[in-house]
């Protein structure tokens, strides 16, 4: 029997408050579309010992870096609060970004969608937009307040990673976010852009560390059925290499 891979993936944090105990939940969506994409999901609760969070990744084959309807806390990167900044709470970050260091450190395989494309840039060393209205000269709608299921065309770079998964012909993702990558981290290089010029998924350089960050969401009600590919592309990388066996001839008597 084929041993499926293990997905670890982070989840949503809500503190304690006056009329609510703290509560941890993450979107149906992330682990159904790992389980049809041939993938066993774990959760991982925001751990507060390294050493605990060493033996969880020790225990998977990739990360999907999950995203959140809340912002990054733009203080923390040498950015002003906006007014359109609403902040995810301090323990969800502090241990998604003490989780994307640690993936990458270890170079184990990571699918980073929304905010958690946007935290793996930060952790590698780039930088964010605050805000794309204020920060991008005439930039498209990301954000639709009213619309839930807003979409806009992607331009794929030839010869990339987004190129092998969508192949040609045009392509339209969801989209809600006010935030995005602007300085592009090292590690990374483009994958696909929106027509004003906004990154809409990187991935890694070197071989050695498979990463694509995809700024839209395909494991979303709102996704495409082709958006399932950015899911099986991920999930190939997580498999196991087939080992190679030598093979031996038995030679001929002179």
């Known amino acids: 029997m084929t041993t499926k891979p293990i997905?670890?993936?982070?989840?949503?944090?809500?503190?304690?408050?006056k009329d609510a105990t703290a509560l941890s939940w993450i979107n149906t969506g992330?682990?159904?579309t790992i389980t049809a994409g041939g993938?066993?999901?774990?959760?991982?609760?925001p751990?507060?010992?390294?050493?605990?969070?060493?033996?969880?990744?020790?225990?998977v084959d990739g990360i999907v870096l999950t995203g959140c309807k809340l912002d990054l806390d733009p203080v923390r990167m040498g950015l002003e609060?906006?007014?359109?900044?609403?902040q995810m709470p301090s323990r969800r970050e502090d241990f998604d970004r003490r989780l994307a260091k640690m993936a990458y450190d270890l170079k184990i395989p990571v699918l980073a969608i929304g905010s958690g494309m946007q935290l793996m840039n930060v952790?590698?060393?780039g930088t964010l937009f605050n805000d794309l209205q204020e920060g991008v000269a005439r930039p498209l709608q990301h954000r639709d307040c009213v619309e839930s299921t807003l979409r806009h065309v992607l331009e794929i770079v030839p010869g990339t990673r987004m190129d092998d998964i969508y192949g040609p012909g045009e392509i339209r993702v969801n989209s809600d976010h006010h935030m995005a990558v602007d300085q592009l981290a090292a590690p990374f290089k483009v994958g696909a852009t929106t027509p004003d010029g906004i990154i809409e998924a990187y991935e890694t350089i070197s071989d050695d560390w498979?990463?694509?960050?995809?700024q839209f969401h395909p494991e979303s009600d709102s996704a495409s059925a082709l958006?399932?590919?950015v899911i099986e592309a991920f999930m190939e990388s997580c498999k196991e290499p087939t080992p190679e066996f030598l093979s031996f001839t038995q030679g001929r008597a002179a």
């Open 7 to 17: 997905i670890g993936m982070n989840c949503d944090f809500r503190p304690a408050r």
């Open 30 to 32: 992330y682990y159904d």
């Open 39 to 45: 993938g066993i999901p774990l959760i991982a609760p």
């Open 47 to 59: 751990y507060a010992d390294d050493n605990d969070l060493k033996q969880f990744l020790n225990m």
């Open 81 to 86: 609060k906006h007014p359109a900044t609403r």
């Open 123 to 125: 952790v590698c060393g």
């Open 210 to 214: 498979y990463c694509l960050g995809v």
């Open 227 to 229: 958006d399932m590919q």
